[in-house]
């Protein structure tokens, strides 16, 4: 799970959050107060996630719960929660809804360059670990609308 915060269309803070890598407790309860943590720092108006697919909950039994754990912690805080389809994030980012995660990537590091050095080359650990830091600030950049 990526987690990124924009501000006045710069990238303040961004990290990745491996859920395959501890136990969904674990994994939940880190989450929790990383998320915590940005909200109570960079106090945000809004709190936005990609809304995965049907098939990519039911793939990963943690990426649901966080959503639901994302959206009761706006809720509670009195924030607005968007949630955007990946469609929807591709399009307004790169114009095409069709769109790779590579030409995410693409536009995201267009965007921030420094963030280069965790695209490529292409391995698959790499992609499974980096893909969602990728996607997070994409989430940022659209719901900032600074794309």
Known sequence: ???AVV???ELVDWAVMGLRQCPLG????????RLRE???RYQPGVVAVED???ARR???S????MVAQARRAADGAGLVFQPYTPETIRTLLCGSASATVDDVAGRVVGRFPHLAPYRGPATAWK???WEPMFTAVAVALVCAGTT
Do not use: I
């Open 127 to 129: 992609e499974a670990y």
């Open 26 to 33: 674990s994994c939940s309860e880190r989450f929790r107060l």
């Open 52 to 54: 995965p697919s049907a």
């Open 58 to 60: 039911a793939s990963s």
């Open 7 to 9: 501000e006045g269309g």
């Open 38 to 40: 940005l909200l109570l």
């Open 62 to 65: 943690g990426l649901g719960a």
């Open 1 to 3: 799970m990526g987690m």
